[in-house]
T-cell receptor, first 114, second 112 residues
Framework: NAGVTQTPKFQVLKTGQSMTLQCAQD?????MSWYRQDPGMGLRLIHY???????DQGEVPNGYNVSRSTTEDFPLRLLSAAPSQTSVYFC?????????????FGEGSRLTVL | KNQVEQSPQSLIILEGKNCTLQ??????????LRWYKQDTGRGPVSLTI?????NTKSNGRYTATLDADTKQSSLHITASQLSDSASYIC???????????FGKGTKLSVKP
């Protein structure tokens, strides 16, 4: 019963490098999303998807790209990492959508950009 | 401005004691309010989802209350255990799909 799986758990990047955070869910949820969590702040939405082939921006989308080619996977790409992107990133999915259904979170990916 | 404010920021209690965490929101229109528990280094886990018509909802030793008139919610933990040490986050949806407003959380420490 895996739920939402994120990889990697930890990553250190240098400024300007690119990388992809992986997220996979095995619950057949249409809704998937990415959040970042910074000290002293609530979680903030980066991007979300309501189904395969459909993505939309959240509150803080700059510097991040997403795609949704399958129901199961929702990768988050950092094209040119900046120190301001140092954060803990959480992927979450929901059967009914974020506003009405329960959100299931992954365990997080801690990213440090030097 | 749509906001979710939680208090206190942090709380230390002895094992076996009860405690109450507060959440005030100004989100409109209101549809539901959620409480999540986040253990250190882990992802948030849902405790309760309360809709407009629900005043009280329990999940084991956790009891959430909602007053939609005053826009306040509380999370009461009974007979605390060491495993209750975590951050508790209040969340309210706002408008369009995916738009959740997360409070900053209350960090609870339960000491033996």
């Amino acid at each position: 019963n895996a739920g939402v799986t994120q990889t990697p758990k930890f990553q250190v990047l240098k400024t300007g490098q690119s990388m992809t955070l992986q997220c996979a869910q095995d619950m057949n949820h249409e809704y998937m999303s990415w959040y970042r969590q910074d000290p002293g702040m609530g979680l903030r939405l980066i991007h979300y998807s309501v189904g395969a082939g459909i993505t939309d921006q959240g509150e803080v989308p700059n510097g991040y790209n997403v795609s949704r080619s399958t129901t199961e996977d929702f990768p988050l790409r950092l094209l040119s990492a900046a120190p301001s992107q140092t954060s803990v990133y959480f992927c979450a999915s929901s059967y009914l959508g974020a506003n009405t259904g329960e959100l299931f979170f992954g365990e997080g990916s801690r990213l440090t950009v030097l | 401005k749509n906001q979710v404010e939680q208090s206190p920021q942090s709380l230390i209690i002895l094992e076996g004691k009860n405690c109450t965490l507060q959440c005030n929101y100004t989100v409109s229109p209101f549809s539901n309010l959620r409480w999540y528990k986040q253990d250190t280094g882990r992802g948030p886990v849902s405790l309760t989802i309360m809709t407009f018509s629900e005043n009280t909802k329990s999940n084991g030793r956790y009891t959430a209350t909602l007053d939609a008139d005053t826009k306040q919610s509380s999370l009461h933990i009974t007979a605390s255990q060491l495993s209750d040490s975590a951050s508790y986050i209040c969340v309210v949806p706002r408008g369009s799909q995916g738009n959740l407003i997360f409070g900053k959380g209350t960090k609870l420490s339960v000491k033996p």
